[in-house]
């Protein structure tokens, strides 16, 4: 399999120094081997933001090692966007994303890159194993996989995260979609080619804490729902619909014991306020839906930019792309 190509690695950095020295380590064996099977490979760290001293690892690995190059993003732009940063920055005909904890072992990469050699634009590294994470994380996991691809049309594979590989056309196809709420593991299928996975054992995070605790986990559900679909929208007409058959069902029930059995009219104080209660509060909750899709709309209509790089690290060594840089 000695293809010749350029691979291009793209890691996002949120406060990871205790981790990075490890990361370095990690994948020196692995970045040889690749070089070796296929050509150049360039590692492209982004810092989004970090407090801590992640961007001082990352520049002196840039000199360190010519591979390195470094993104220093102008603040804390989150993960999703830390991402398109590195992966519109990196110069490979393939480029492969992945996080900077070891929770996505170097050994998978060459297993991505010869999935590549055999025609595929996409591949995804999918866990078998999801390592010591908490039953909670475990669940809602689940249940938004499932809840993801019944609305949103595309596959999203299951316990699949950012650990993917891309060929050029591919990425080029999302560095098309602007949206500012983004959700790569509903775009990239979304975009679609030759699409695959591969499959691994998911470690545990070598050091430092992850960025996703369960209540940042259910916002990126979220946003992943409402940026794939607007079933959410949708849910306005099915409880219409239910509340209706209901109400209609109690109206004729009233009639029918009026008429029939002739008990008063003037009755039924619980059954007013239950109908009054879930009405308001039904409504309450569609203006809140519609109010989460104007806010986005909004969001996305001000066309800000993704991200602000600050400063790029490359060693004076670094060696020149291989391919045509896009114009
Ligand atoms: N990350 C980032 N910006 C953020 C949060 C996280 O660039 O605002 C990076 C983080 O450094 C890591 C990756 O995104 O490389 C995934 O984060 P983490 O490992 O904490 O998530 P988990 O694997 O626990 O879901
Ligand atoms: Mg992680």
Redesign the pocket.
């Known amino acids: 399999m000695l293809t010749m190509l350029s691979i291009s690695i793209v890691?996002?950095?949120?406060?990871?120094a205790p981790v990075l020295p490890l990361l370095f380590a990690g994948l020196a064996g692995t970045l040889a081997e690749l070089e070796q099977a296929h050509g150049p490979v360039e590692l492209v760290l982004?810092n989004?933001?970090s407090a801590d001293a992640s961007w001082d690892l990352i520049r002196t690995q840039c000199q360190r090692d010519a591979r390195y190059v470094g993104v220093n993003l102008s603040r804390?732009?989150?993960?999703q966007r830390?991402?398109a940063a590195g992966l519109e920055s990196a110069r490979g005909e393939v480029v492969i994303s992945m996080?900077?904890?070891l929770?996505d072992p170097p050994a998978v990469l060459p297993q991505l890159v010869a999935k590549y050699c055999e025609g595929y634009d996409v591949v995804y590294a999918t866990r078998l194993t999801r390592g010591k994470e908490s039953w909670g994380k475990r669940i809602t996991a689940n249940i938004f996989y499932r809840v993801i691809e019944k609305v949103s049309g595309v596959t999203v594979h299951k316990d699949t995260?950012?650990f993917r590989l891309m060929s050029r056309r591919a990425l080029v196809e999302l560095s098309r979609m602007r949206e500012v709420h983004r959700f790569l593991r509903g775009m990239v299928p979304w975009i679609g080619f030759p699409q695959t996975q591969v499959f691994y054992d998911r470690g545990d995070?070598q050091a430092?804490?992850?960025?996703?605790p369960l209540p940042k986990?259910l916002a990126l559900a979220f946003d992943g729902i409402a940026s794939m679909s607007t079933a959410p929208l949708r849910l306005a007409y099915l409880l219409c619909l239910l509340l209706f058959s209901v109400f209609i069902g109690y109206i004729m029930w009233v009639l029918f014991d009026h008429f029939v059995y002739g008990s008063e009219l003037v009755q039924g104080w619980t059954s007013l306020m239950s109908a009054i209660t879930i009405f308001g509060t039904i409504e309450l909750l569609m203006f809140g839906i519609f109010g989460e899709y104007l806010g986005r709309t909004y969001e996305q209509v001000k066309q800000r930019p993704l991200y602000i790089i600050a400063d790029v690290e490359r060693s004076a060594t670094s060696p020149t792309p291989t391919r045509s840089e896009p114009s």
């Open positions: 890691i996002p950095v949120y406060n990871e982004v989004d933001g804390n732009f989150g993960h830390a991402l996080d900077a904890d929770q995260g950012d995070r430092g804490e992850t960025h996703y986990m």
